[in-house]
């Protein structure tokens, strides 16, 4: 890019460039259908030759407003927004692997995407090879399979909070021709931009921090454009043989850096259909108008409270990746420098009995199955998202049947404090 911007104007000012007149706000295009004034130009759309939109199912202006936004954030070179953080992760997957097909994932990852590679994914003939994201390079090179299309991995784990060796990651997948995914939902852009370590797609639950209100649930998809799919062709003949459904066009001929994310619309989009609501993504658009401001107020709170747990005698242990001393401290300095997250896992002494009993006492942090909001919010993860696991699949996925997940919010730091103080009295 020949001036990239920073980051902050880019949350204020990306994605939607008004014209003369046009409004300053990004108007939300609460429409299913567009109008065309003769059959051919709707044609061309339908052949992909044309740019445009013809229903909202695939694309809507609003939609690919905030993903331009997303994409430049992150420095990627395309981007789509999903109606949530699953779909983004199963069409970032599937847009490359088909029954027969074979992805390394870090097992340190969000029980949903766990469940969906490892339980849904299975189902449609795609096989999944979970590894330790702390492994060594010989170690994790053992994973993979002449048939492996993809290897899958979090910035850092929800909830388990592994800070991943990104450039590690990525010299296995290119090591192997693949590309390395990466769901960047908890360090969100404003503390690590994975395409610039390696990556090559990044995914997002923009539900979490980039709405940051609990406000809208939604995904999203970008592409850094790099890895080159035509060097390793027979891997990846959806990129790069012609598509019957469209007339034999071939993706990677005719969409250059593009074609990831425009298969993924032109197919996925349109035989899956989970696509954002326009409602939905002019308010995630105003969540991150304000993320480069909220991000780091998470943080420094997150740290604050993760000092003032350590020196608890009640309290067992306590993780944070912002913390001088946490396993993956390291890792965090290195890949991002200015905060990781505002989310902090910790056991109480009493393990799963008094996790509860604290829970219930809270007063200022409500119980809810959700994470990386304005509001603090806390969940017991065994007894919540990963209760359909067993307790050896909890300990493989980095989560203490005891550990008590708190995700620290934008509130007064103080306030928080004192209310874990009187929670555990
Ligand atoms: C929440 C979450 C998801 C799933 O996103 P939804 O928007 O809830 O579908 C995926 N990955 C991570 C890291 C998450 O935290």
């Given at each position: 890019m020949a001036n990239p911007r920073a980051i902050e104007t880019t949350c204020i000012q990306g994605g939607w460039n008004p014209g003369n007149?046009?409004?300053r706000q990004l108007p939300i295009y609460q429409s299913t259908t567009f109008k065309y004034t003769s059959s051919e130009a709707m044609g061309k759309l339908f052949d992909l030759e044309a740019e445009g939109y013809f229903y909202t199912r695939l694309q809507n202006p609003t939609n690919d407003a905030v993903a331009a936004k997303i994409c430049e954030m992150e420095g990627g070179a395309a981007a789509m927004l999903t109606s949530s953080g699953q779909a983004a992760n199963f069409f970032a997957v599937i847009n490359i692997c088909s029954a027969g097909d074979h992805v390394v994932s870090?097992?340190?990852?969000?029980g949903g995407t766990s469940n969906l590679l490892t339980v849904t994914l299975k189902r449609f003939g795609i096989d999944v090879t979970l590894v330790d994201p702390d492994a060594s390079e010989e170690e994790l090179?053992?994973?993979?399979?002449?048939?492996t299309k993809c290897v899958f991995a979090e910035t850092i784990a929800n909830p388990a909070l592994v800070v991943l060796d990104i450039e590690k990651f990525a010299r296995l997948a290119h090591g192997h021709g693949v590309p390395l995914i990466i769901d960047n939902t908890f360090a969100t852009p404003i503390n690590c931009r994975p395409i610039e370590w390696g990556a090559d797609i990044v995914t997002h639950s923009t539900t979490k921090y980039m709405d940051g209100h609990g406000m809208t649930v939604g995904g999203c998809i970008v592409d850094s454009g790099n890895f080159d799919w035509n060097a390793y062709a027979d891997k990846f003949p959806g990129l790069t043989t012609p598509d019957e459904s469209y007339h034999g066009i071939i993706y990677t001929e005719r969409f250059g850096k593009g074609a990831f994310i425009t298969k993924a619309t032109a197919q996925l989009m349109r035989d899956l259909g989970a696509i954002q609501s326009p409602q939905n993504a002019f308010l995630l658009n105003a969540g991150l108008e304000s993320l480069h401001l909220r991000v780091p107020r998470h943080c420094e709170n997150a740290r604050k409270v993760a000092e003032f747990l350590q020196g608890r005698d009640d309290v067992a242990w306590v993780k944070y990746p912002g913390l001088p001393g946490d396993k993956y401290h390291a890792l965090a300095e290195k890949y991002m420098p200015n905060g990781t997250c505002g989310v902090i896992s910790f056991g109480l002494k009493g393990g799963r009995q008094a996790a509860a009993a604290f829970m219930d006492k809270l007063k200022v942090a409500s119980i809810a199955t959700h994470v990386a909001d304005a509001r603090t919010c806390v969940l017991h993860p065994a007894s919540h998202t990963h209760r359909q696991l067993s307790d050896e699949q909890l300990i493989e996925a980095g989560v203490d049947p005891a550990m008590i997940r708190y995700s620290v919010g934008i509130e007064n730091a103080e306030d928080l404090i004192k209310d874990i103080e009187q929670a555990l009295a």
């Open positions: 007149g046009q409004p870090s097992a340190t990852i969000y090179e053992k994973a993979f399979q002449p048939n």
